[in-house]
């Protein structure tokens, strides 16, 4: 196999065409509708992915919000691109060994899933030929793009979706790899070494959603898949073999197709709604005051091929289950699902005599509302089902969350983009690099070895700071006086949840203030169990760290206190220590750290433990 990156990364500055500010917002102030038709782009041909949006026919509602303005809106030309976006992106290609252009063209790629108000995503090529080394591997970097993106989605419904514009607009740039990667484990390591490079500049938003990966995926004998926004580095690796099992199961599909001589399916919908009038159970069941017809597509030769084989949870039947989601409809069902559902083996037996199929032939059966959108789906369904016996065809895949992916859109190509006119070029003097290359990080090889060096922390605690771009925080802790393994642990593992929940308060958990809160567990105030739990109330408001360890309940354990606690969970426990001895005190332990947990330190707490139990024991005359 072979696979692609495409990693965006949101950049922290202005959005790129507008100096609104990069921030979400809940806000509401306005809505405004739009229906988008497919254009053709520069080579006046309709890109086919632009085609099959618009056939859906969809109403687009968009919700303005206070970060968001007429640019977002279409409303108002787009204004000059961001500088301070260029410039990151200027110095990403020089830490990728990157060709700069000469002169960066903005572009129109035309995108009608209603993401765009405009019908398009300016785009702009920066550097192209760049090299990224992962694991003793040279992985070639075909491209460094700048670009917007998308409005998020809200809500859907029947015919319409909802966009909100404040994530419009937002620098994206793009770094895309060769199709040199050969297992999904190096397309994880490939990602992770790219968001660590382009968080090393410290000029990257952070947070769920703030870097995406696109991956493209061939099996042996497949086609180039494309699954789009991917948002977890761990499920990459899962993503990538799941489309590999995915391709080779429908290669195996097409060797059986073959052997049948299987010819395409005519396509042609044949209306059988007469023969499930009656009908009272499952999903073909006429609904109370709610007209629908029912259609059935024959496939000749793909009897046994719709379902999923042994050990595999793949199945070409899902496949043309996602073509008709992909039009409205909530599914299908297919002939080696039945009998079942409602549908009984004499109904059964009625639509093959009324298609008129053999043994070695299938059908699938579909229901709606809508008569057009039905026979529509059918001969989406009927041309997929041909490309089976073809093998694989191209597309846009979205990824579930189960480590699946779904059929989103045909794959787009070249014909979508022509030139922005609403922008000038940009050029790029040999002066602008040389200002450029006085700028760049160290890059993250680099900074892996120095840390390593410097504050002998594991290797596998190294490479957590480097991919969390946590470096500069750290080593403003570290070199403050704070135990740099406590520091390292504290920003990869404790605080990224932390962080999640002061991004939705508005808190910010500066460097400043982590200092603030190991200072005071160094203190006495709390301790260093305590931490988390002192951060927690930081994000969710506290005014002060004082404030947040009397909330966590971690005000401060006076050693008379402490020892009045240890005595009487010993006191408690004395049939226990007779029956176990020495061997009583993990239990003992835990009693303890139930009401002294983050208000002393752990080590402490376990040395006059100790002292209690040899003292009880003696008393004991054990």
Do not use: W
């Not at 977002?72 to 961001?82: G, I, K, N, R, Y």
């Not at 909100?164 to 770094?175: A, F, S």
């Not at 890059?443 to 957590?464: F, G, I, N, T």
Request: charged share 30%; aromatic share 4%.
């Amino acid at each position: 196999m072979r696979a692609g990156l495409e990693v965006h990364q949101q950049l922290r500055t202005g959005k790129l065409f507008c100096r609104c500010p990069c921030e979400f917002s809940e806000t509401v102030t306005g809505t405004f509708v739009r229906r988008l038709i497919a254009a053709s782009g520069e080579d006046r041909s309709i890109d086919p992915a632009a085609r099959f949006q618009a056939s859906r026919d969809l109403l687009y509602r968009y919700e303005v919000t206070p970060t968001s303005c007429l640019v977002e809106a279409d409303e108002e030309p787009p204004h000059p691109l961001d500088p301070n976006a260029l410039e990151t992106a200027l110095i990403v290609s020089r830490m990728l060994g990157a060709r700069v252009v000469d002169e960066v063209e903005i572009m129109r790629k035309i995108v009608v899933d209603g993401s765009n108000t405009s019908g398009f995503q300016r785009t702009a090529l920066i550097a192209v030929d760049g090299v990224l080394e992962v694991d003793g591997r040279r992985i070639s970097i075909d491209s460094i793009s700048l670009e917007e993106d998308a409005a998020r989605k809200t809500a859907e419904a029947p015919g319409e979706v909802t966009y909100r514009l404040d994530r419009l607009g937002i620098p994206l740039l793009e770094i895309a790899t060769a199709p040199e990667i050969t297992s999904g484990r190096e397309a994880r390591a490939v990602a992770e070494e790219i968001g660590a490079l382009v968080r090393a500049t410290d000029r990257v938003r952070r947070g769920i959603g703030s870097i995406r990966e696109d991956l493209n995926v061939s099996a042996d004998g497949g086609r180039r898949i494309e699954i789009k926004g991917v948002q977890e580095l761990r499920s990459i690796e899962q993503y990538v073999e799941g489309e590999v099992e995915r391709q080779n199961l429908l290669l195996r599909i097409r060797e059986t197709l073959r052997q049948r001589k299987a010819k395409p399916p005519a396509g042609d919908p044949v209306d059988l709604t007469d023969l499930f009038e009656s009908m009272t159970e499952g999903p073909l069941a006429a609904r109370a005051g709610r007209a629908r017809r029912i259609f059935a597509v024959a496939l000749p030769g793909f009897a046994g091929l719709l379902r999923s084989p042994p050990g595999s949870s793949e199945r070409l039947g899902r496949e043309l289950a996602d073509y008709a989601r992909a039009f409205g409809l909530a599914g299908l069902l297919h002939s080696d699902e039945l009998p079942g559902y409602g549908v009984d083996e004499g109904r059964v037996a009625d639509v093959r005599s009324r298609l008129g199929l053999a043994p070695e032939d299938a059908f699938v059966l579909l229901a709606d509302a809508s008569e057009a959108r039905s026979r529509a789906v059918a001969e989406s369904i009927a041309r997929r089902a041909a490309q089976a016996i073809e093998g694989i065809p191209g597309e846009t895949r979205d990824p579930l969350p189960d480590g699946r992916t779904r059929y989103s859109r045909p794959i787009p190509g070249r014909h979508r983009m022509y030139p922005e006119t609403d922008v000038p070029p940009i050029p790029i003097r040999p002066a602008d690099l040389a200002r450029i290359d006085t700028m760049l990080p160290e890059r993250p090889s680099e900074l892996r070895s120095r840390l390593a060096h410097d504050y002998r922390l594991p290797d596998d605690l190294v490479r957590q700071l480097v991919a969390a771009g946590e470096a500069a925080r750290f080593e403003l802790l570290a070199k403050r006086g704070h135990p740099a393994t406590l520091v390292a642990r504290l920003l990869t593992q404790d605080l990224p949840p932390i962080e999640r929940v002061s991004a939705s308060t508005g808190a910010e958990l500066s460097g400043e203030m982590l200092d603030a809160v190991l200072r005071a567990s160094e203190r006495g105030l709390f301790a260093k169990e305590g931490i988390p739990a002192v951060l927690r109330e930081l994000a969710g408001g506290a005014r002060d760290v004082a404030a947040a360890a009397e909330r966590a309940g971690l005000s401060g354990l006076g050693d008379d206190e402490l020892e009045r606690v240890v005595r009487e969970v010993v006191g408690r426990n004395r049939a226990l220590l007779a029956e176990r001895g020495e061997e009583a005190f993990q239990p003992l332990m835990g009693d303890v750290m139930k009401v002294v947990r983050g208000r002393r330190d752990g080590q402490e707490v376990a040395q006059r433990l100790r002292r209690a139990i040899e003292q009880a024991r003696a008393g004991m005359g054990a």
